[in-house]
C-alpha cells in the first residue's frame, strides 16, 4: 500500500466496460478519501462522461499522483499490429474465452497479457471485475498466468451473467472455473449467491446490492411532487430484443389487447429495425398510438421518460434486478417484469408489479391489461416501491455497504502478503 | 426400436422471422415433445443459437442446430420429418415450403399479419402467431 502523509491510501483496479454508466455510477458512489480506483478497460471506447474527473496512468507513481475523488484509466499501449497477431495465435490455439452471445470475439478485446501488466505495474490492492463475460473472464485469464501472485479478487455479477450463462454448455466449465478461483462475489440477487455456492465458490459471499450501487434520494422529486400513476397514459416498453430481451413477445402481448390499450401512449425504447417494421403492422392493424423514443442523450432525460409512465414493461429471458425495474420503482411507474430476474426479491407480485413467465404473451397481454385498467392497483404500488428503493438503493447505505466490503477484501490482500512474505 | 419423430423449426430471427417466439412455444409443449428431434435450420443470429442452448438445458429436449446436412445421409432433412414449424411476420417468403411439400411434411406457418391474399389457414393461426401457448397448441394436433 502507499503511504500518503500517514494515510494509506488502498488501490482498487475496476476491470470492465469503462463507457458503462453502471460502472461510473458505483464509483462515483465509492470515490474520495477511501480509496483510489483505477479503471482497466476491457475494450477501446471513451469511458462515460460521469467517471470524470479521470486521468490516463499508465505507472504506479501515477495512481499515487491522482487527486483526492480522481479516477485513473490504465493506458493501453499494446501495438494494434501485436494485439491482432497475438488474437489470431490464441484463436488458432483455442485459447480464446467463448465470446458472449451476440457478440463475435474481435482483436479489439483487451487481452490476458494487458491485464497482467497492469497488475504487475500498478500493484493493486485488490482486483474488481464488474461484469463476468469480458471483465471475469479477462481476470481468470490473468490468475491463470499469475498465480498466487494475482491480488485478491472480487467478482461483480451484473445482471445475469452467471445465471444464463452457467446454462449455456461453452461457457459453463469457465463459468465453473471463474466461481472456483474468485475470492469475493457480489451478486445482485440472492438467487445469484444460491446458485455460486452450488456452483463451487470458495471465496466469500457478500449480500447482495444492485450493480448501479444506489441513488441519493434527494436529488429525485419527493413523491407527491409526482403525477400519481393512475392519471398517466404511458406505457413504457423496453425494447431490447435479442440475446435476453423480448421486446418481440411485449409487441405481440400489446397486439393481442389491443383494443383494451386505445387511449393510451405506447413508447418503446431501444428499437431494433424489425421491432420498428412489428410496430408500424401494429400501428396499422390495431390503431395503437406506438412509436419508438429515441435513446435519451442523458441519464435525466431517460428518468424523466419513467416519470411519465403509468406502466414499465421490460421482459427477458434472463435478468438480474434491472435498474429499470428500481427506476419505475422511484418513479411510481408499475412494473411488469418477467420470473427469469429477480424482481421478486424486490416486489410482491400482484400487488407492486406483475412478474409473468417470459415465454407466456397471453400471460403477459392480461398483465398489461390489468395495470393499464385497474386504478387503484397502480397508485397503491406506487409508494410502497418508493419507500422500497429508498431504503434499499439508497447511496448513502450502499456506500458503507460495499466499502465493508472492500476492507474484507482488503484484509484478505494484507493475509496474502503475510503469507507471502 | 421406433424412430423419433422429427420437428422442423424455421431458425430466422429478423424483420420477418420469429425463431424466439416458436422457441417459446417449445417451453409450452415439452411434455409432449419429450419423444421427438427438434432441429432448427436456417439459424443465422447467435441470439436463436443461445436460446436453443438454453431450451435444451432447461427442458431436456433433443433440440439443436445441425452442424452440417451430411448427418442425413446426404439427403434432406425434411425427409421422413413430422412437421414443419415457423412463424414470420407477414410472408412466407424464404421458407422450405417446396421442399417440406415434396417430402408430404405437415406444415404450421403462422403469420403475425395478413398478406393481401390471406388464405383460411392463415386466418385460424393469426392469433397462435402471437400466443407461443396456442402455437403450441397447433403443434402438438399437426403432429399427430
Known amino acids: 500500500m502507499t503511504e500518503r502523509g500517514t494515510e494509506r491510501l488502498p488501490t482498487i483496479l475496476v476491470v470492465g466496460m469503462q463507457n458503462s454508466v453502471h460502472l461510473a455510477r458505483w464509483i462515483n458512489m465509492m470515490r474520495g478519501s477511501f480509496a483510489r480506483f483505477v479503471v482497466m478497460p476491457v475494450y477501446f471506447a471513451s469511458p462515460a462522461p460521469e467517471l470524470n474527473p479521470c486521468l490516463p496512468v499508465v505507472s504506479r507513481s501515477d495512481v499515487e499522483a491522482l487527486g483526492p475523488g480522481e479516477v485513473g484509466i490504465f493506458s493501453l499501449t499494446k501495438p494494434e499490429a501485436e494485439r491482432v497477431a497475438d488474437w489470431y495465435a490464441d484463436r488458432a490455439a483455442g485459447r480464446l474465452f467463448p465470446a458472449a452471445i451476440g457478440m463475435e470475439p474481435s482483436p479489439s478485446l483487451i487481452q490476458t497479457d494487458e491485464l497482467v501488466t497492469a497488475i504487475r505495474v500498478l500493484q493493486p490492492d485488490i482486483v474488481h471485475t464488474m461484469e463476468v463475460q469480458l471483465a471475469g473472464y479477462l481476470a481468470l485469464g490473468a490468475k491463470r498466468h499469475l498465480g498466487s501472485a494475482m491480488p485478491p479478487w472480487l467478482l461483480s455479477n451484473w445482471g445475469s451473467d452467471i445465471y444464463l450463462y452457467h446454462r449455456l454448455p461453452e461457457h459453463r466449465p469457465v463459468v465453473l472455473e471463474l466461481v472456483q478461483a474468485i475470492d469475493g462475489y457480489l451478486a445482485e440477487c440472492r438467487r445469484d449467491v444460491q446458485l455460486v455456492r452450488r456452483l463451487g465458490l470458495r471465496g466469500h459471499a457478500f449480500d447482495p446490492m444492485p450493480a448501479s450501487g444506489g441513488v441519493d434520494f434527494s436529488t429525485v422529486p419527493a413523491f407527491d411532487q409526482l403525477s400519481p400513476p393512475s392519471q398517466r397514459n404511458t406505457i413504457l416498453v423496453k425494447g431490447y430484443h435479442g440475446w435476453s430481451g423480448r421486446g418481440m413477445h411485449i409487441l405481440s402481448a400489446l397486439h393481442l389487447v389491443a383494443p383494451a390499450l386505445h387511449g393510451y401512449r405506447i413508447r418503446v425504447q431501444f428499437c431494433s429495425a424489425a421491432m420498428l417494421e412489428m410496430m408500424q403492422a401494429m400501428a396499422e392493424s390495431d390503431g395503437l398510438d406506438i412509436a419508438p423514443v429515441p435513446y435519451a442523450p442523458t441519464h435525466e432525460e431517460a428518468l424523466a421518460r419513467i416519470a411519465e409512465a403509468r406502466i414499465v414493461v421490460g421482459i427477458g429471458i434472463s435478468d438480474g434486478i434491472g435498474t429499470t425495474l428500481l427506476e419505475a420503482m422511484s418513479y411510481g411507474a408499475f412494473p411488469i417484469k418477467a420470473t427469469t430476474s429477480c424482481a421478486c426479491e424486490w416486489i410482491r407480485n400482484g400487488r407492486d408489479g406483475i412478474i409473468v413467465d417470459p415465454h407466456d404473451v397471453k400471460s403477459l397481454a392480461e398483465a398489461i391489461v390489468r395495470a393499464a385498467s385497474d386504478d387503484a392497483l397502480v397508485d397503491a404500488a406506487a409508494p410502497r416501491n418508493r419507500a422500497c428503493v429508498e431504503e434499499r438503493w439508497d447511496v448513502d447505505r450502499n456506500n458503507a455497504a460495499a466499502q465493508s466490503i472492500y476492507r474484507h477484501m482488503f484484509g484478505d490482500a494484507r493475509r496474502t502478503a503475510m503469507t507471502a512474505a | ?144
Request: glycine content about 6%.
Open chain 2, 1 to 144: 426400436m421406433s424412430r423419433k419423430r422429427r420437428v422442423i423449426i424455421d431458425g430466422l430471427e429478423d424483420k420477418q422471422g420469429r425463431s424466439l417466439l416458436v422457441i417459446s412455444a417449445l417451453y409450452h409443449c415439452r411434455s409432449e415433445l419429450s419423444d421427438a428431434e427438434i432441429r432448427f435450420v436456417d439459424v443465422s443470429s447467435g441470439e436463436v443459437r443461445g436460446a436453443v442452448d438454453l431450451l435444451r438445458w432447461e427442458t431436456g429436449l433433443d433440440v439443436r442446430i445441425p452442424a452440417d446436412p451430411s448427418e442425413y445421409g446426404g439427403g434432406s432433412i425434411f425427409e421422413d420429418a413430422s412437421l414443419y414449424a415457423a412463424i414470420r411476420l407477414n410472408s412466407l417468403d424464404g421458407l422450405h415450403v417446396a421442399e417440406a411439400k415434396f417430402f408430404k411434411v405437415p406444415l404450421l406457418l403462422a403469420l403475425q399479419f395478413l398478406p393481401r391474399s390471406a388464405t383460411s389457414e392463415q386466418l385460424v393461426l393469426l392469433q397462435p402467431a402471437h400466443d407461443p401457448a396456442l402455437f403450441a397448441q397447433y403443434l402438438i394436433e399437426r403432429m399427430r
